[in-house]
């Protein structure tokens, strides 16, 4: 059944899967506006259950369905993140949501970030309902999604092959597989690695509006420490604190953007240390982190994908300290690109001690830049988003060949395994 035959327009519905964070917001938020500004009778929808997503600013022709919120516990179940009722009825509700606004928005392309089935596969029926009228659906992956050996279990517990063959015409990849290829060591048919496209990783620039914020201590240029949306980055923080703490020469100032979901005490007690420096300064959050990484004379973070994409893209030298738990992804990805000099690594050790710290934040000035690597390709993850959605909407309902034998450049294509 086809509901959108005569639409001058064309229509975008992505899926983002979020739980707690920043990191799948922000991606989708960049694909979506690269492709409105880039076609001018597109229209993009995001189905979000981030709680802030309404404190970023989406261009003309792109909006946004806020789904309520579940939050993952530390033993790996869910909970509702601010409904005071039992999560199966908060994920009935997501579901429902989800699928009543992809049967009314009739979308001519569904993207999915990163969850094939989405959260607790609360997008399967989105997906059976979609395959039925021929929308091509895409799968959306980050460069690194996990080591193997935890993927694979999760993956088998999800079920989540299959999915990849029954609903999905192609896998953007949003990374180079000579950096990092996310279904490596996984046993997938060879019909669905056929139809993986390494897009390259999407490039950044400065809003149109990017005046950016006014400090109130310190003065450019500084040194940038963000820790994404800060639920888990207070060791980096305080590390960082207690080297400037103990080393009062050090030759640049800090600009440390805590994150909107670390917790208030925790903020709190970093923002009174800050205030007894007089060369850190603290803020909460920014959506504009663009501006102010383009400012930093380096950069120090824990290695998130989108965060790596701006380092790459403001030529920025970085200080990637990696974590370790729950996934792996973000060492994985940090010791890559420092094995090829994109960046600088640091791990910690469980000690932290401030002098570490110290010396590394001396030296890092001194990096080379990630532009003195040459990897082509590396920031052409907008160019080619643009191009493969322009192809699958090219080809339409009509055209499709679901989760078949569908093709993708050979310059994009992944690797034979």
Known sequence: MEMASGRKDRRILIYSHDSFGLGHLRRCREIA????????????????????????????RVDFVRIPGVIKLRNGDYTSLALHIDVEQTMAIRTSIIEHTARVYDPDLFLVDKEPLGLRGEVESTLALLKE????????????????????????RKNV???????YDSIWVYGLPQICDPL??????????????????????????????????????????????GGDGEEIVDWVLRAYESDRKLPYPALLVLGPFMASGLQGDFERRAQALPDVETITFDSNLEALMDKAIGVVCMGGYNTF??????????????????????????SKASELGLVGMLLDDGERKARTMATALRALPQQPLPSDVVVPGLLDGRDNVTK??????????????????????????????
């Open 309 to 334: 994409c701006e380092v790459l893209s403001f030529d920025k030298r970085a200080l990637v300290i990696p974590r370790t738990e729950p996934r792996l992804e973000q060492f994985i990805r940090a």
């Open 161 to 167: 092959v299959p999915a990849l063959t029954s609903y």
């Open 33 to 60: 506006h690269t492709l409105v500004e880039r076609r001018k009778n597109l229209s993009v929808l995001i189905l979000s259950g981030s709680p802030i997503i309404g404190s970023f600013d989406f261009r003309t």
């Open 388 to 417: 493969l959605a322009r192809q699958w909407l090219r080809r339409g309902r009509d055209g499709l060949a679901i989760a078949g034998g569908s093709e993708v450049p050979a310059a994009m294509a992944a690797p034979r395994s």
């Open 133 to 156: 009228r021929g929308t091509p659906c895409i799968l959306g992956l980050r460069d690194v999604m996990d080591d193997p050996h935890l993927l694979v279990p999760e993956w088998e």
């Open 184 to 229: 490596e060591g996984i046993e997938i048919p060879a019909s669905v690695r056929k139809r993986m496209a390494f897009t390259g990783y999407l490039g950044r620039k400065l809003p149109r509006r990017s005046g950016g914020r006014l400090l109130k201590k310190i003065s450019e240029p500084y040194l940038l420490i963000t820790v994404g949306g």
